[in-house]
């Protein structure tokens, strides 16, 4: 048995006990859920976030190592410096979410440019390495070729 599946098992125990334990009330939360679909207010407002949150997701993406997390983070930041109710962020404000989300979405796409460019590996007509490899395709094709 690994120790990974050991540790997991004696804390998941250890939390469903104490969570047993605790005699308090629970309280569940049972809104009605009206619609999933965006209002056109909400689509109205959120048109501005996500473009902005889409251009700071492609510009931070491209950065080695940046990814998504640095780009929704980015966004949330300009949105909430841009808005004009800023302290409606934290409370559901539409443009908190949008502009994150879609920068999130963008920043994901463009992190395959870094490491679709970077780890190619190649090698440059003229080094030692060029010409050390350079009888080996010729000795494949004789030997295809028969």
């Known amino acids: 048995m690994s120790i990974v599946a050991l540790f997991m098992g004696v804390f998941g125990i250890a939390e469903i006990i104490a969570n047993l334990e605790h005699r308090g009330s629970r309280e569940v939360f049972t809104h009605a859920v009206k619609s999933l679909m965006p209002s056109r207010e909400e689509m109205r407002r959120s048109i501005g976030p996500i473009v902005r949150g889409a251009g700071i997701g492609s ?68 080094t030692a390495g060029a010409r050390r490899h350079a009888g080996s395709g010729d000795a494949v094709r004789r030997t295809m070729t028969g």
């Open 59 to 126: 510009a931070l993406g491209m950065l080695p190592g940046g990814g998504s997390i640095l780009s929704a983070f980015s966004s949330y930041m300009v949105e909430k410096k841009l808005s004009r109710r800023p302290q409606a962020f934290g409370k559901g404000a539409i443009e908190g979410v949008a502009g994150p989300e879609s920068a999130s979405n963008a920043g994901a796409q463009a992190s395959f440019i870094p490491m679709l460019t970077h780890a190619r590996r190649s090698v440059r007509r003229g």
